[in-house]
């Protein structure tokens, strides 16, 4: 194995690999791709659409007469219904920073949820509207879903269909792509599931690269089965190199390689009694805490509150 592959699988198993997933990711649990789809809504609707990009074809056919969005919606997802694939199953047996995802199923919200070895929970983020403590990143991966979910009931969880949907959730992030930084500053990107035919996922490489800057963005990497020069150096301008390794193959060899632990060191505690009950407190938040406080606690004295 390559010296920079092995420190790819080495920085995933230490739980500083942030994931974004497309359609690709979704294939093996019997969904359609991207054009797949695209040509599946422009059959079921009968409008001779010329086109298998998703967005552009749901585009015309919202802008269709007679064609009610209710009823694409619906039939989106008869076509994203299914049950989580070993890919999405092996996700939660390791830890992630971050998920970021354009897919609208609930695959990997399911696979998280009835997985008994999972080491984070997943919480599903629409918005930029998400708690940002750091100490919740070891407990919890947080699933960006960019594009909506097919389950969504909210504005901002609702599927974007057309061109005007996604620049509408563009506008709604709020700066989301920043935080890829905060995620990723001593780790890796991996791009799963994408072919990057597609406008989106290379619009969203680029707001990436946009918001975060290309001299503070960490080199990712691209699982692809082949690709050609021409994507080669697209990949290399947005800081990406393409690995010829399927995401089956990818979650085998990760999973694979022993994981390296990243839990804190445990620091010292003082054990105050407040109210006869014993309560250790990390001597390291002690310390800031009586920089700014009194804590009181029963072996305290009157005398010396005042």
């Known amino acids: 194995m390559e010296p920079q592959v092995e420190r790819l699988f ?7 690999a942030v994931l974004f997933l497309g359609a690709g990711a979704s294939v093996g649990a019997g969904l359609p791709g991207g054009k797949e789809l695209a040509r599946r809504v422009s059959r079921e609707f009968g409008a001779g659409i010329d086109t298998d990009d998703f967005i552009e074809a749901c585009t015309r056919l919202l802008d269709t007469p007679g064609i009610n969005r209710a009823d694409v919606e619906d039939f989106l997802r008869t076509q994203l219904d299914g049950h989580p694939s070993e ?5 939660p047996l390791n830890r992630w920073r971050a998920i970021f995802t354009t897919n609208f199923d609930d695959l990997v919200e399911t696979a998280y949820r009835n997985s008994a070895s999972r080491t984070q929970r997943c919480e599903p983020v629409f918005s930029g509207n998400f708690s940002r403590r750091e100490s919740d990143y070891m407990e919890l991966v947080r699933l960006f ?3 909506g979910c097919v389950n969504g009931q909210s504005d901002d969880s609702h599927m974007a269909l057309s061109r005007s949907d996604y620049n509408r959730k563009l ?6 792509f920043q935080l890829v930084y905060d995620f990723a500053k ?3 990107i991996i791009y799963a599931g994408y072919s990057f035919d597609d406008l989106i996922a290379r619009d969203i490489i680029d707001e990436v690269m946009d918001e975060v800057g290309s001299d503070r963005l960490p080199w990712g990497w691209a699982l692809l089965p082949h690709w050609d020069e021409d994507l080669k150096q697209l990949l290399s301008q947005r800081k ?6 399927t995401v089956e193959q990818f979650m085998s060899d990760c999973l694979a390689t022993p994981s390296i632990s990243t839990e804190p060191e445990q620091s010292p505690a003082v054990t105050l009694t407040i109210g006869g009950i014993p309560i250790d407190i990390p001597t390291r938040d002690m310390k800031m805490y009586a920089r700014e406080f009194l804590l009181l606690h029963d072996d305290i004295g009157v005398s010396d509150i005042g």
């Open 186 to 188: 001593d780790g890796t």
């Open 171 to 176: 506008r709604h992030r709020g700066g989301l």
């Open 87 to 91: 890919v999405h199953n092996s996700l």
């Open 10 to 16: 080495k920085k995933a198993r230490s739980g500083k």
């Open 240 to 245: 990406i190199l393409p690995l010829a390794m």
């Open 145 to 147: 879903k960019l594009m």
